[in-house]
């Protein structure tokens, strides 16, 4: 099973500024990373597949890097609704299908 | 727009069997090449991935609940179904069913709270 790592923990940023996500994953996933969105109280909701792609209707300001072990998701300009919890998820070998344990950005 | 909704029982005692539905709108069940998946998170957690199941009827399981698992669906009214068997107090959780467009998971349903408690 290919375990995921998160970092760090909690993001503390004010809005305005750029906030860098990191996952890194236990083997080579190639580029077949996802990240979620979670909101208090929502369901995720899917931002970037590919380790690179926008999911439709993502807003320009969240990108997705990375390959291989190492992947990030910048946000470039904080909004007040980007505070909340972000997951990484891999699916290059499954099942399973595995998550990380998440990101909360939090606001400073 | 494809919409699911979670529906089910939210209370199921310990050693009995947890039974959801995921109702599928804005598009069909079995048009595509599709997996419809189900997700859980225990409350102030990380998220799980249960299972899969392709239109076809093909199945794919966490190896984790294997044992306890099965995904079946119904085209014919648009829907997808967990059953989860012996459950005990860590199998609370919000589940979440999802449609699986190419491995990753997009969109989810709004996500049902299952307590196991006696």
């Known amino acids: 099973e290919i375990v995921l790592t998160q970092s760090p923990a909690t993001l503390s940023v004010s809005a305005g500024e750029r906030a860098t996500l990191s996952c890194r994953a236990s083997?080579?996933?190639?580029?077949?990373l996802a990240w979620y969105q979670q909101k208090p109280g929502q369901a995720p909701r899917l931002l970037i597949y590919?380790?690179?792609y926008r999911a439709t209707g993502v807003p320009a300001r969240f990108s997705g890097s990375g390959s291989g072990t190492e992947f990030t998701l910048t946000i470039s300009s904080l909004q007040s609704e980007d505070f909340a919890l972000y997951y990484c998820?891999?699916?290059?070998?499954?099942?399973?299908?595995?998550f990380g344990p998440g990101t909360k950005v939090e606001i400073k | 727009q494809l919409e699911l909704r979670e529906s089910g029982p939210r209370l199921v005692k310990p050693s009995e069997t947890l039974s959801l539905s995921c109702t599928v709108s804005?598009?069909?069940?079995?048009?595509?090449?599709?997996?419809w998946a189900w997700i859980r998170q225990p409350p102030g957690k990380g998220l799980e991935w249960v299972g899969s199941?392709?239109?076809?009827?093909?199945?794919y399981y966490n190896p984790s609940l294997k044992s306890r698992v099965t995904i079946s669906l119904d085209t014919s009214n648009n829907q997808f179904f967990l059953t989860l068997g012996s459950v005990t107090a860590a199998d609370t959780a919000l589940y979440y069913c999802?449609?699986?467009?190419?491995?990753?998971?997009?969109?989810w349903g709004q996500g049902m709270l299952v307590t196991v408690s006696s």
């Open positions: 590919g380790a690179s």
């Open positions: 199941i392709y239109y076809d009827g093909t199945t």
């Open positions: 998820q891999q699916y290059h070998q499954w099942p399973p299908f595995t």
């Open positions: 083997q080579s996933i190639s580029s077949d």
């Open positions: 804005g598009g069909s069940i079995n048009s595509g090449s599709y997996y």
């Open positions: 999802a449609m699986d467009a190419d491995r990753w998971f997009d969109p």
